[in-house]
C-alpha cells in the first residue's frame, strides 16, 4: 500500500529533471540550478528541457528569434482576451486562452501527436504567447491600455515591458529572468504529473498544457507566493510580525512558503530568490517587503524548523518589480510551460496508456435489496 498522493511512488522514467531533497539539489538534464540562473537564460533552459542538451549559437538565436516572431496574437485571441479580462479570474482566463490557442492553431488537424516537429512548433508558440496573453489580459483587468510587444527585447524584459509599459533596467531583466529559468521546471509535481496522463492519451499538446494550467490553479500547488504577498500585506510592518506569527500558529493556520514535499533540508531555488529578492528590493529602492520577509523567516524558525520554498521570496522579488499579485500564479505558468511540454514531448516519444489501480477499502460484495425493503 503506497502512501496518500502517491508520495515516493515510482510512476515513470525521465531525463528532464533530477530532485535530491536530502542533498537540497534541483538539475535540469544534469544542469544545476545554480549554473543554469548564472550562466543561462529562459530560452536556454527551454531547449534544453526540449532536447536534453544546451543550444548552440546558431539554434539559440534561432529559438530567441522565432519567440520574438510568434508574440503577436491573433485577431480571435485577442476578442477572447478582452472578453476574459472583464469576467474571468487570472487563472481561468490564462486555462481557457491556452484551451483556445488549439482551436486558433491553423495546423491543428485532429490531435497529431505523433507529428512530433509539429507538437514541438506548438510548445514554442505557447512559451511565445502566454505571456502576451497574460499581460494583454492583466492591462485590460486594471483598466490600462494594452502595451505591444516588443520585437527588441528578449523574452523576460518584454514581459516586464507590457506590463508596466517601461523598458526594465538589465538588472531588472535578468532577475526576472532567472525567476523563469527556476520555475522552468520541477520534476513530477501535481501540474505536470497532470500533463503527462493525459498525453499518455495521445491527446494534443494544448489539451496537456490546459490540464497542468488547471491543476496549478489549484491553492495546494499554485498561488502560494500570491498568499505570502498577501500575508506581507496583512502584516505590514515589522513590529507587527512576532504577534502576527503567534496568532497564526495558535490558530493552527499554515504560514505560506514554507515546507516542501521534497525538499528536506533546503530549496536550492529559495536561496537563490532570496538574494534576488534584496537585489530588486534595492533596485526599486524600498526594502520594506525583503525585510519583513525576513523577519517572518526568522520568526517562524524560530519556533519550527521549517525551510522556505521557492514561493516565499519570489514574492516579494515580483512585487519589487511592480507586478500585481493576482498574476504570481500566471507567472509561474508562464515559465513552466517550458516544462509542461518537455514532459509531454517526451510521453509523446516513449508512451504507454496510465491507468494506475487503487487499493479496494469499500464493502465487501452485496446481494440486492429491493427498495421496498431498505
Not at 519567440?67 to 496574437?73: C, E, G, I, V, Y
Not at 526568522?298 to 514561493?311: F, H, Q, S, W
Request: net charge negative; aromatic share 8%; proline share 5%.
Amino acid at each position: 500500500m503506497s502512501k496518500g498522493g502517491l508520495e515516493d511512488v515510482i510512476v515513470a522514467e525521465s531525463a528532464i529533471c533530477s530532485i535530491d531533497g536530502a542533498a537540497g539539489t534541483l538539475r535540469y538534464c544534469g544542469y544545476s540550478i545554480d549554473d543554469l540562473v548564472a550562466h543561462g537564460s529562459f530560452p536556454e533552459c527551454a531547449w534544453l528541457l526540449w532536447h536534453g542538451q544546451l543550444p548552440n549559437a546558431q539554434e539559440l538565436n534561432g529559438l530567441r528569434a522565432t519567440l520574438r516572431a510568434r508574440r503577436d496574437l491573433s485577431e480571435g485571441m485577442n476578442f477572447l482576451v478582452h472578453g476574459l479580462a472583464e469576467r474571468a479570474a487570472p487563472m481561468d482566463a490564462l486555462r481557457t486562452a491556452v484551451s483556445a490557442m488549439g482551436i486558433d492553431d491553423e495546423t491543428t488537424d485532429g490531435n497529431a501527436p505523433a507529428d512530433l516537429d509539429l507538437s514541438q512548433d506548438r510548445a514554442i508558440r505557447m512559451m511565445a504567447q502566454m505571456p502576451v496573453l497574460v499581460a494583454t489580459y492583466s492591462r485590460l483587468r486594471e483598466g490600462k491600455p494594452v502595451v505591444p510587444p516588443d520585437p527588441d527585447l528578449d523574452e523576460a524584459a518584454n514581459f516586464l515591458w507590457m506590463m508596466r509599459g517601461e523598458v526594465p533596467s538589465n538588472a531588472e531583466a535578468k532577475a526576472f529572468d532567472a525567476c523563469l529559468v527556476m520555475h522552468a521546471e520541477h520534476g513530477f509535481n501535481a501540474s505536470t504529473f497532470a500533463a503527462r496522463v493525459v498525453a499518455s492519451t495521445l491527446t494534443d499538446i494544448y489539451s496537456a498544457v490546459s490540464s497542468a494550467i488547471a491543476s496549478l490553479k489549484g491553492p495546494l500547488h499554485g498561488g502560494a507566493n500570491t498568499r505570502v504577498m498577501e500575508m506581507l500585506l496583512e502584516i505590514g510592518s515589522e513590529d507587527r510580525v512576532t504577534q502576527w506569527v503567534d496568532d497564526a500558529l495558535a490558530r493552527k493556520e499554515r504560514i505560506m512558503g514554507f515546507g516542501h514535499r521534497v525538499y528536506k533540508t533546503t530549496d536550492p531555488r529559495a536561496r537563490i530568490l532570496e538574494q534576488l529578492s534584496e537585489q530588486c528590493a534595492e533596485l526599486a529602492g524600498n526594502r520594506l517587503w525583503f525585510e519583513l520577509s525576513r523577519r517572518v523567516q526568522a520568526e517562524v524558525n524560530a519556533r519550527k524548523p521549517l525551510v522556505t520554498n521557492v514561493d516565499f521570496f519570489s514574492a516579494s522579488t515580483y512585487y519589487a518589480m511592480g507586478l500585481s499579485p493576482e498574476i504570481y500564479t500566471p507567472i509561474f505558468a508562464l515559465a513552466r510551460v517550458a516544462g509542461w511540454t518537455a514532459h509531454v514531448l517526451e510521453q509523446y516519444r516513449n508512451n504507454r496508456l496510465m491507468r494506475p489501480r487503487a487499493a479496494w477499502v469499500g464493502p465487501e460484495p452485496r446481494s440486492w435489496v429491493p427498495v421496498e425493503a431498505r
